[in-house]
């Protein structure tokens, strides 16, 4: 008999003089059978101790077999087990199977879990949660992501739309202005500006603003478009705009300078003209 089957005070030394000596205690078997066999009619139960298993044929130290319970195990200690698996190596402590129905269940009717593992845990097809899919609904997120990423890019696209459709306002504005020649008047339709370097400093000087006004003097490098500088400045009681400020910037780095005082026409701000300078 193989280590580990029987008690450590139990020896078996000849199958038949052991079933002669324990009747009552124990059932062995040279053969092929089972070394206990329990059936009753009235409850359509069998259970054997000891032999093969009735479905796979395979070594079983227990079988039960019934129109209900097949094997049943109860604790009456709170803390106790009432069926307990257990596998020597990589095999299974606790195995179940079915066709159609469900092969192992857990339930609790009171506040403990009905299934708990102690471990890392692999499904092979659908994870349903109170009769969600939770593989479908992985993929929905996965799917969100994705839109969400589609999104933040078209936000860019129109975000840089909306910077050119600026400066191409601006130029416009700057086109007009060029044949106006001169200082404007205070609070003309399209103020314009210029723009020096004088001692390390950018001179920025402008005419044709609302009259001591703060002006927005804002600063855009042509290589890096999306970011820029705001600068604010009061304008002199005739509209013009005097400005200076010491600007840090790569050399050979081109600058682009405009003015607004605030106003608006046809809900978009007035700017003045672009005035590109050259680091």
């Given at each position: 008999?193989?280590?580990?089957?029987?008690e450590?005070?139990i020896?078996?030394?000849?199958p038949?003089?052991?079933a002669?000596?324990?009747?009552?205690?124990?059932?062995?078997?040279?053969?092929k059978?089972s070394g206990?066999?329990?059936?009753s009619?009235?409850?359509k139960s069998?259970g054997l101790?000891?032999?093969?298993?009735?479905v796979?044929?395979?070594s079983a130290g227990?079988?039960?077999?019934?129109?209900q319970q097949?094997?049943?195990g109860?604790?009456?200690?709170?803390?106790?087990?009432?069926?307990?698996g257990n596998?020597?190596?990589?095999?299974f402590?606790?195995r179940?199977?079915?066709?159609d129905?469900?092969?192992?269940q857990?339930q609790?009717?009171?506040?403990?879990?009905a299934?708990?593992?102690i471990?890392?845990?692999?499904?092979?097809?659908?994870?349903?949660?109170?009769?969600?899919?939770?593989?479908a609904?992985?993929?929905?997120?996965?799917?969100?992501?994705n839109?969400?990423g589609?999104v933040q890019?078209?936000e860019?696209?129109v975000?840089?739309?909306?910077?050119?459709?600026?400066?191409?306002?601006q130029e416009i504005a700057?086109?007009?202005?060029?044949?106006?020649?001169g200082?404007l008047p205070?609070g003309s339709?399209?103020?314009?500006?210029?723009v020096?370097?004088?001692?390390?400093?950018?001179?920025v000087t402008?005419?044709?603003?609302?009259?001591?006004?703060t002006?927005?003097?804002?600063?855009?490098?042509?290589?890096q478009?999306?970011?820029?500088?705001t600068?604010?400045q009061?304008?002199?009681?005739?509209g013009?705009?005097?400005?200076?400020?010491s600007i840090?910037?790569?050399m050979?780095?081109?600058?682009?300078?405009?003015?607004?005082?605030?106003?608006?026409?046809?809900?978009n701000?007035?700017?003045?003209?672009?005035?590109?300078?050259?680091c």
């Amino acid at each position: 008999m193989p280590d580990g089957l029987l008690e450590d005070d139990i020896q078996i030394k000849a199958p038949a003089l052991d079933a002669a000596q324990h009747p009552s205690l124990r059932g062995v078997t040279a053969d092929k059978g089972s070394g206990v066999v329990g059936v009753s009619h009235s409850k359509k139960s069998l259970g054997l101790l000891g032999g093969s298993d009735r479905v796979f044929r395979q070594s079983a130290g227990v079988y039960g077999e019934s129109i209900q319970q097949g094997v049943f195990g109860h604790s009456t200690d709170p803390t106790g087990t009432g069926v307990y698996g257990n596998s020597v190596g990589s095999g299974f402590g606790v195995r179940g199977e079915s066709t159609d129905g469900i092969a192992v269940q857990g339930q609790s009717f009171g506040g403990g879990l009905a299934g708990k593992f102690i471990g890392n845990v692999e499904v092979t097809d659908n994870l349903v949660v109170q009769g969600r899919n939770i593989n479908a609904l992985f993929s929905q997120i996965q799917s969100l992501g994705n839109l969400v990423g589609r999104v933040q890019g078209l936000e860019g696209r129109v975000q840089t739309l909306e910077q050119e459709n600026q400066r191409l306002k601006q130029e416009i504005a700057e086109l007009k202005n060029q044949s106006s020649g001169g200082k404007l008047p205070a609070g003309s339709p399209n103020p314009q500006i210029s723009v020096t370097k004088k001692d390390g400093k950018f001179v920025v000087t402008g005419s044709g603003f609302l009259a001591s006004t703060t002006i927005s003097i804002r600063v855009v490098d042509t290589n890096q478009p999306q970011s820029y500088f705001t600068y604010s400045q009061s304008s002199e009681s005739d509209g013009a705009l005097n400005f200076q400020q010491s600007i840090s910037c790569v050399m050979g780095a081109s600058l682009s300078f405009s003015a607004s005082d605030g106003r608006v026409t046809s809900g978009n701000q007035i700017w003045s003209n672009i005035f590109r300078i050259t680091c």
